[in-house]
């Protein structure tokens, strides 16, 4: 028989200090226990631990500890396995089932109470219902307790929450806690089998639990029933061995403080805190420090201790604070590149280096960092399933689904490297999607569907003979997922494996095509995902494509997948907060530092509030911060230890994390009752802690610095040859010339035009053109007709028109509103106008060779609406969607009706010949409608163009330069060639400098 231990009465409770090895630590303490017992006394020990790391991380211990039988390592998740047959419990359900399940019984409260959340929440509130009844068996609280709740003084919506929870308790059979055979109601219901049978036959070998907290009820049930065996013991991790009695006393009710669980558990054992023995000869690396963070973290009701306690840690200051650096950086970028940097210098010292954070961004920016020195840390989290190529591409699929195809939609599929085949194949798929994008795409119809795109390939655009075949694979495999049908889990899950296989295996699979996506671990895992919906078949209610993709994105961020295929270097870690119990590093880096990140924000219960919380004796939401606070008071005392925070997220300031405002209000406090006391100088080590820090930022700051420093590019001013120059211009491009010279320099001379966007967009620019067309059809159908008649006409050919050319349903309900709006006005107005004369032409184009220069060239304009008038002359009209322009803006820039004048009195419109013009005015169809008439006289179209001419002349000098953004409109003002000119190296007040070409 083995025997670790004396007999003694009641149970049996050791800990480990903090900052120590909780593994070597462990494996120590077993070891001197051991010593002169046979070597088979070891196999007949047996340890429950609380993760298959720490499992791991205990058995290499003993590997490395020389040839010997290993204990009996468990985890406590598989206690099932300890539990003999005769113990009936049933098969655990499904989890997916589970909450589908559950899914249904939410969507139909919602259906009823619309206002408690949307329907595409109902898979958050089912999930949290199932962990609610998990936590309610887990701490044994029966379901008839909440028949005991009293609900009488809370909201409408917490009473609904209640009578909501009852009806579901009501369903299931048996009051006990423990009905539902999954979770943490499973787990008790093991626990509460294996204590009976213990009770009646005790085993005769030891039995430990280690590294586990308690915090889960279940869990410390099991604690209880193992610590009163007759060599069982509990071994807690990271407990504050320095605190006394009143201390222990002080925190127990505190959720929120680090060492809460212990003294809850000691409570419910007897067991006296303060006299906790260590399991085997360990203490903390640096017990001044462990002292110094106790006192910090006291709970608030008691934080006035810090007056009495505190000057007795003045002279061991040095020493707690020796190992430790605080990094305050500017920014999370920043401070992602001091932690890297530091934990470069570690592997290059030979020194381990672990990153403990819970923030995964942070985790993937000191990734991301290292990277540049081909370093790949061993990250335990790995990345969610949702961002690896498997997962982007079923979200991309998924998010399409019962939705009309669009340009932006397909391009990141296309791009997907699981999509379009192996080797040539996959080759030949890149060079048709690069020639559908640019041909087609670019500028587009805003949807597309699979008969656009096989007319597409049948033009001289695709230039490809594989382009047919690839475009009717491409609509094939799409094809599943049109249309917004009401199908089971199942059946959406089934056609987006359908449409994912088909994008993977390429147009030209061939007789050997394999499927890619499902190759790796994330795509083993992927295709598990999708199995397990295929099989949930018709659980649930049936949903809309929206809904499954919602659930899809759940299922696939709520998994996360480790990359083997990369060598990680054997020095440096990043671990997650439950990671970092079980092991350590020379170099301890704790980031993210901040409220809301660590500690996270306390989530919300959409069913029980605090108070009902409390009447049902469940943990409270400072229960999860409490947590957290032990973790980092755990890794906080490691013997180097390095605090990291940014001080502005997101482009807002941050609140440092609680407990380093603690640590810093705290060694202020000792400082400065040290100076009093002319024990010290004027100095403060937080300032020191920063100071360190400092040294780790500024070597970021530095890595980021370009090695030679490159210097601005001035504000451009190109001269180009005569021969260069353009010697055509439209109307509008002449505002062009006198605004911002450079882009007629980009688009004329250096035939530079900008890459249109995927697809329409209804912008400025749509709108423009849809309205000219709709008042282009108006007025070619006025009859002069009273007026409540040709408003019904303009309002019925103004729905027609949008009907036939926006796509966009809810745009083009703004659009017809807003001629609604300004029917009668128009209406109104262009009877005026016809009583002034008849209209000539419209949307047509016009050309004039100006006169007067030293070389051809030629205006152009494309005029909205000419009229003839009663006296002979013409009347130029020009539609405004916005505001016209001023007085000013016209005489400086806005030109374009002076310009049209000029090209009109030249005959330079083919159905006109040269004719004096008389009026020229704006209709501006903004609001409910304005105009704004010009001076029309000779004298005034003379002056215009003597200033065009003026104008041209100068351009046509070779020595003339194309300067940038010269009398810009507004200072907002972007031009398509401002990344072409290098704006932002140089400010509009820069003067411009002459470039001869």
């Known amino acids: 028989m083995t025997r670790l231990f004396p007999d003694q009465e009641g149970p049996r409770l050791f800990g480990l200090p903090l900052g120590c090895d909780p593994t ?79 899914s249904q019984l939410v969507a139909r409260l919602l259906d009823l109470e619309p206002d408690l959340a949307p329907q595409s929440a109902r898979f958050d509130l089912a999930e949290s219902i199932a962990l609610f009844q998990d936590e309610l068996g887990g701490e044994a609280v029966p379901l008839s307790r909440l028949e005991t709740l009293d609900v009488g003084h809370q909201s409408g919506h917490w009473q609904r929450s209640l009578t909501f929870l009852k009806i579901l308790a009501g369903s299931d059979d048996g009051d006990e806690a423990g009905t539902d055979p999954s979770g943490q109601n499973r787990q008790r219901r093991l626990v509460e089998a294996l204590g009976r049978i213990w009770a009646e036959e005790p085993p005769d070998t030891p039995i430990l639990i280690a590294g586990s907290t308690g915090s889960r009820g279940a869990t410390a049930r099991f604690m209880e029933i193992v610590a009163n065996l007759p060599q069982g013991a509990v071994i807690l991790p ?67 201790q810090w007056m009495r306690d505190g000057p007795a840690h003045a002279d061991a200051l040095d020493a707690s604070l020796s190992g430790v650096t605080l990094v305050e950086a500017d920014t999370a ?66 998010a399409l689904a019962g939705r009309r195809l669009t340009p932006n939609a397909l391009l990141p599929i296309l791009g997907s490297p699981l999509v379009g085949g192996l080797r040539d194949a996959r080759r030949r798929h890149l060079v048709l999607s690069r020639r559908l994008d640019l041909s087609f795409l670019r500028g587009g119809p805003p949807f597309i569907d699979g008969a656009a795109l096989r007319a597409w390939a049948e033009s001289p655009k695709a230039r490809m003979e594989e382009a047919p075949a690839w475009a009717a694979h491409l609509a094939a495999s799409l094809d599943p997922l049109a249309g917004d049908a009401q199908l089971n889990v199942g059946g959406h899950a ?72 990369f060598e990680t270097h054997p020095l440096l870690s990043i671990w997650g907060t439950l990671e970092a119990r079980v092991g350590t590093a020379e170099v301890m880096i704790l980031g993210g530092l901040n409220e809301g990140v660590w500690p996270g924000s306390t989530s919300v219960d959409p069913w029980m509030n605090r108070d009902m919380r409390r009447q049902l004796d469940l943990p409270l939401p400072e229960r999860r911060i409490g947590l957290a606070a032990h973790d ?121 035009r900008a890459v249109a966007p995927p697809g329409k967009e209804p912008d400025a620019l ?77 949307e047509v184009w016009g050309r004039w060779a100006v ?109 003339q330069p194309y300067p940038a953004r010269t009398r810009p409109h507004k200072i907002t003002y972007d031009s398509d060639y401002d990344q072409l000119s290098r704006r932002g190296e140089w400010d509009d007040g820069d003067d411009p400098v002459e470039v001869p070409l």
Not at 518 to 525: E, F, H, I, V
Not at 820 to 835: G, M
């Open 851 to 959: 006169s007067g220069l030293s070389a051809p060239f030629t205006l152009e304009a494309r005029v909205d609406r000419i009229d003839l008038l009663a006296d002979g002359s013409l009347a130029i009209f020009d539609y405004k969607t916005g505001t016209p322009p001023s007085d000013a803006q016209v005489r400086q820039f806005d030109k374009q009706l002076y310009l049209e004048a000029l090209i009109a009195q030249a005959g330079g419109f083919d159905t006109l010949a040269a004719t004096p013009v008389g009026r020229l005015e704006y209709i501006g169809l903004g609001g409910t409608g304005s105009l704004r008439r010009l001076d029309a006289s000779p004298d005034e179209i003379e002056t215009h163009r003597a200033d065009l001419v003026r104008l041209l002349t100068a351009y046509q000098d070779p020595a």
């Open 333 to 398: 970028r920043l401070e992602a590149g001091a932690i890297a940097c530091r934990m470069r210098a570690a592997a290059e010292d030979g020194r381990s280096a672990a990153l403990i954070t819970p923030d995964r961004v942070l985790a993937r920016r000191v990734a991301a960092m290292l990277d540049r020195w081909q370093i790949v840390p061993d990250d335990s989290a790995g990345r969610p399933l949702s961002l690896t190529p498997p997962g982007l591409l079923l979200r991309e699929l998924a």
């Open 24 to 102: 070597q630590a462990l494996y120590d303490g077993l070891r001197s226990r051991l010593e002169g017992q046979p070597p088979e006394a070891a196999a007949r020990v047996r340890i429950y631990l609380n993760t298959r790391r720490a499992a791991r991380a205990l058995e290499a211990a003993f590997v490395a500890g020389g040839a010997a039988l290993l204990p009996q390592v468990r985890v406590l998740e598989d206690l099932e396995a300890d539990v003999p047959l005769l113990v009936d419990l049933p098969s655990p359900p499904d989890p997916l089932h589970r909450m589908l399940d559950m």
């Open 766 to 842: 749509e709108r423009g053109t849809t309205l000219h067309e709709v008042l282009e059809k108006c007025v070619a159908a006025f009859e002069n007709e009273p007026p409540e008649v040709e408003v019904d006409r303009f309002r019925r050919i103004a729905a027609e028109t949008l009907e036939e050319i926006v796509p966009w349903p809810a745009v083009r309900r703004i659009w017809k509103s807003r001629l609604d709006r300004i029917a009668p006005w128009f209406v109104a107005t262009e009877a005026e106008r016809r009583a002034d004369g008849k209209v000539l032409i419209q």
């Open 238 to 304: 990271g407990v504050d061995m320095q605190q006394g009695p009143d201390q222990w006393q002080a925190i127990d009710g505190e959720q929120d403080h680090p060492q809460f669980g212990f003294a809850r558990l000691g409570r419910r054992l007897g067991v006296d805190m303060a006299a906790l023995p260590a399991f085997g000869p360990v203490a903390s690396p640096v017990p001044d420090r462990a002292a110094l963070l106790s006192l910090s973290l006291r709970p608030a009701p008691v934080t006035e």
């Open 632 to 752: 980092f008071q755990q890794a906080a005392n490691a013997p180097e230890v390095v605090l990291t925070r940014s001080v502005r997220e997101a482009e807002a300031p941050s609140v440092a994390a609680r407990w380093l405002v603690r640590l810093g209000n705290l060694v202020d406090g000792i400082d400065r009752i040290a100076v009093a006391d002319g024990r010290a100088g004027a100095w403060s080590h937080m300032d020191d802690l920063r100071a360190r820090g400092r040294v780790w930022t500024d070597l970021a700051a530095a890595v980021d610095r370009p090695l030679a420093e490159v210097p601005a590019a001035p504000r451009p001013a190109p001269c180009p040859p005569r021969a260069a120059r353009p010697d055509k211009l439209s109307a509008t491009r002449i505002q062009a010339l006198i605004r911002d010279p450079y882009s007629i320099y980009a688009r004329y001379v250096l035939n530079l």
């Open 494 to 565: 089934a056609r987006l494996r359908v449409a994912a296989e088909a994008l993977s295996r390429g147009a030209e699979p061939g007789p050997d095509a394999v499927v890619s996506l499902w190759d790796k671990a994330a795509g083993a895992r992927a295709a598990e995902v999708l199995r397990k919906l295929e099989e949930a078949g018709d659980r649930g209610a049936p949903m809309s494509a929206g809904d499954f993709d919602v659930l899809l994105n759940r299922l696939l961020s709520a998994q996360d997948v480790r990359d083997e295929a």
